[in-house]
Every structure is written in C-alpha cells, then in structure tokens.
T-cell receptor, first 113, second 106 residues
Framework: DGGITQSPKYLFRKEGQNVTLSCEQN?????MYWYRQDPGQGLRLIYY???????QKGDIAEGYSVSREKKESFPLTVTSAQKNPTAFYLC????????????FGSGTRLTVV | GQSLEQPSEVTAVEGAIVQINCTYQ??????LSWYQQHDGGAPTFLSY????GLEETGRFSSFLSRSDSYGYLLLQELQMKDSASYFC???????FGKGTRLHILP
C-alpha cells in the first residue's frame, strides 16, 4: 500500500542537539511538506518542496533545515537554533493540484529534555 | 496576512447534524479543503471545494462561497467516531485554520 512513513514516532532531544526526522513516501508525489503542530493549534508550515533538489521556506522555517535529494525522501533537521522544538511534526505529500488533498504521515512527537 | 478562522469547539448530539464554519483570507486562493484529525493521529483529507456550491460525500458535505470567503463542513447522522478536530485549509502555500474540536454527546 502506498503511503508516507515517518520515523521515529517519539523522539527525545537534549538541549543543544540537532535531530533529524525522517519522512519517506512511495506515492510518487512530487510535492512534500513539513508542518509543526502545537497542542490545540493548527498546522504551521515549516518547509515545502515541489521538486527534487528544490525547497522553499514556510512560515516558521527558522531553526529548521531540510534536503530533497530523492523524490521519495524529505528529512527535516531540527537544529539547536530552534528555541522551542517540543511539538508534533507532520510530513505530507500531494500530487499536482489540490483536488486530492494532502496525504499525511503518522507524525513524530519531539520532546526536549 | 493570511488566515482561516473557525470556531474552537462545537458540541452536538449523536445522530444530529452539525455545521463547522470557516472564513478565510489567503493569497492565491484555489479552493477550500477540510481535514479530520483524531487525537494523536494524522490529519486525513475529507473534501475539497474549488467552485461555489455544495459537495456531498456520504454523511459529510462541504460548501464554498468564494464571494463571501466562507465555507462550511456539514456532518450528518453524527456518530461517536466523528469526535475529532476538523481543519479547513486554503492558499497557494496551503495554510490551516486552528481547528474545531467536535464533541459528540450520546
């Protein structure tokens, strides 16, 4: 079955460390996205990529970095520059257009300890 | 700036009908989408309206009025499993509202 796989499901980070969240899709979608969700809040866009080797900043890109070396993969690195990284991180992908909507992974819950 | 406004919470009774409203202000509007998210889970796509009018998919319907920058999600014959948060989304870089938590009473 096609879908998006995010790993790990739970991640604990010490202050000052960088961590990388994995996102892999086998839907053959060109576009991929990273969102952050805080309790009781909507989803805020961190980065998005519409094609391999290209990505754009979203509304809250500071303290994050991404790469898109393969169509299937869009990893997100949370750097030590991100002052409040504890959150639920969601990766999504979509085909061209908006009719089919986004397909989301099951998310990674990051906690700073 | 871009924003989508929706009520934070709605309560309804099992078997009833509930409407969740969304007003939007976005750049590059192509249509309005709706997503459902259960606690701890990932959002799942429910519907998309590109044109004015009502789209029906089973118990769920979605409406759009582009002239009013307004849409709604209508849930009929509510079931306990419909208890979740519902998000509207729009824009050229898709942005999401803060979500409406739907509480269903038996």
């Amino acid at each position: 079955d096609g879908g998006i796989t995010q790993s790990p499901k739970y991640l604990f980070r010490k202050e000052g460390q960088n961590v990388t969240l994995s996102c892999e899709q086998n839907l053959n979608h060109d576009a991929m996205y990273w969102y952050r969700q805080d309790p009781g809040q909507g989803l805020r866009l961190i980065y998005y990529s519409q094609i391999v080797n290209d990505f754009q900043k979203g509304d809250i890109a500071e303290g994050y970095s991404v790469s898109r070396e393969k169509k299937e993969s869009f990893p997100l690195t949370v750097t030590s520059a991100q002052k409040n990284p504890t959150a639920f991180y969601l990766c999504a992908s979509s085909p061209p257009g908006h009719q089919a909507g986004y397909t989301f992974g099951s998310g990674t819950r990051l906690t700073v300890v | 700036g871009q924003s989508l406004e929706q009520p934070s919470e709605v309560t309804a009774v099992e078997g009833a009908i509930v409407q969740i409203n969304c007003t939007y202000q976005t750049s590059g509007f192509y249509g309005l989408s709706w997503y459902q998210q259960h606690d701890g889970g990932a959002p799942t796509f429910l519907s998309y309206n590109a044109l004015d009018g009502l789209e029906e998919t089973g118990r769920f319907s979605s409406f759009l009025s582009r002239s009013d920058s307004y849409g709604y999600l209508l849930l009929q014959e509510l079931q306990m499993k419909d208890s979740a948060s519902y998000f509207c989304a729009a824009g050229d870089k898709i942005i999401f509202g803060k979500g409406t938590r739907l509480h269903i009473l038996p």
